[in-house]
């Protein structure tokens, strides 16, 4: 059976009733990503979806790029109520828990079919965490895989050395470190400026930030290591949802389960064509070498020994049934 039908929708169905609300409500949502990203499109999508279950009792104002929010800052939001729905990065709470972080580590989850079972195991701990915050996810987006955005084409890991690169956890700050670089963590919407003002001189992240932030504008190589699929996430506000009439809150819990299906096959085909668009802009695009991706195989190593050491019995057990997917 593929991985992917693991993902359950076994409340797809209810995506297509005509829910009766008491009354017409309007929801907030936030976002930090462009328009025309694919973490954008799936939640139009998502919206979409939710809007005619309600049969027009529930409309959601999406507003994307970080228009009304941060990023960093959409969480506490949707705790706080300030806001209904929210699309989170989980890899900016690294420093809450180290299980926000492990699908940053190098290699845990190099591929989409890791990232399914991964995200699978790690569902009852998120679920338990946001429960206990007064929330619930509804959909995980995983990221396209990564590279290294650089001003020169990558021969040997020694070039690594004092370079000022841009990453977005703590989980990728450690790899920068122990690859040579000097490594700062900056939100998604200051990358521009800090390369402007040479706070930074390269990054590593997906082809789709690069194509997002016009990445032709400040480097001219993207060498793809693949190394991992980072995940966002799709969050409401407990509260909010539990207003809601049960056969409509049953609908957008599938409308999540779906976003998510569709999410992995999106990202995978936006990984191919950011690509794509990178070379068209003029960018030297390669695969990473036998030596980089040893070097970052090894670092892997150490990190998910670090990442061990830091997290509790929970956390390690989530490794294990993880771990224990793939036998």
């Keep these: 059976m593929n991985v992917f039908s ?5 409340a797809c169905a209810a995506i297509s009733f005509a829910a009766s609300a008491s009354a017409e409500t309007t929801w907030i949502m936030a976002s930090g990503y462009p328009e025309d990203s694919f973490f954008t499109q799936n939640i139009r999508m998502f919206i ?7 049969n027009g009792e ?3 104002d999406l507003r994307s790029n970080g228009e009304l929010i941060k990023l960093d800052a959409i969480r506490r939001a949707v705790q706080a109520g300030q806001i209904q729905l929210g699309e989170i990065r989980f890899g900016v709470y690294g420093n809450e828990s ?17 990232s399914v079972r991964l995200m699978e195991a790690q569902k009852p701990w998120f679920d338990s965490v946001f429960e206990e915050d007064g929330m619930k996810i509804l959909a995980y987006q995983p990221w396209p895989g990564q590279g290294f955005y650089t001003k ?3 021969e040997s890991v020694e070039q690594f050395d004092g370079v000022k690169m841009r990453i977005y956890s ?14 700062t963590i900056l939100p998604y919407a200051e990358v521009p400026q800090a390369f402007s003002t040479g706070l930074i001189d390269a990054l590593f992240t997906s082809g789709q930030t690069g194509n997002d932030i016009q990445a032709w504008d400040y480097v001219s190589d993207f060498t793809y290591t693949g190394s991992m699929h980072n995940k966002n996430g799709i969050i409401v506000n407990q509260r909010a949802l539990g207003a809601l009439p049960e056969d409509l809150q049953a609908a ?12 992995y096959e999106m990202s995978r085909i936006a990984g191919e064509n950011s690509v ?3 070379k068209e802009h003029g960018m030297t695009v390669a695969d990473a070498s036998p030596e980089l991706l040893q070097a970052l195989e090894e670092i892997g190593k150490v990190m998910i020994e670090e990442w061990s050491a830091e997290a509790s019995e929970d956390e390690l057990a989530v490794l294990e049934a993880y771990r224990a997917s793939s036998e």
């Design 170 to 183: 703590t989980s990728t700050q450690r790899m920068g470190e122990l690859l040579g670089f000097d490594a």
């Design 276 to 278: 794509v668009v990178l």
């Design 152 to 154: 020169f084409p990558i």
């Design 98 to 114: 180290p299980m926000y972080v492990l699908d940053s580590l190098p290699n845990v989850a190099g591929d989409y079919e890791s």
């Design 48 to 54: 979409e979806e939710v809007e005619e279950a309600s």
């Design 58 to 60: 529930l409309s959601i």
């Design 252 to 263: 957008i819990v599938a409308a999540g389960e779906a976003a998510t299906l569709r999410g």
């Design 6 to 10: 693991k993902i359950t929708l076994t």
